[in-house]
């Protein structure tokens, strides 16, 4: 199997009866998926946005992570990786920890991170 990272900003569930718009449920932090068709590959409904990280985006996130949270210098000097690292800390930054963004780690991509390092 695997663990679950869990980036929630509201661990409230919206009431059955919430209309499916993009304002009325940013305050419970899901996601409008049609609102985004380019995004979300023309998936519909509303929840939360589930993201299985590769394991060179854990390895850079176990390498750059305390870097991309304190927003200090990468030292990247490669621009190709260092915007890829940076796009990282963009779906971590604080700001969007009001999103229920979900994160898995499988076993699989663990022990290859730990190979790695």
Known sequence: MGWEL????????PPA???????????YGLFEYASAPHIFL???G???LHVAWDTNI?????QFGRALWSDEDL???????AEQVDAIGQII???FCFWDIRIYL???ILDDARRAR
């Open 6 to 13: 869990r980036l929630v900003g509201a661990e409230k569930t």
């Open 17 to 27: 009866d919430a209309p499916i718009c993009h304002h009325d449920h940013m305050e």
């Open 42 to 44: 023309n998936r519909t």
């Open 46 to 48: 509303v929840g939360p």
């Open 58 to 62: 854990l390895i850079d996130y176990l």
């Open 75 to 81: 030292g990247i000097d490669n621009t190709q990786h």
């Open 93 to 95: 930054d604080p700001y």
């Open 106 to 108: 499988f076993d699989e």
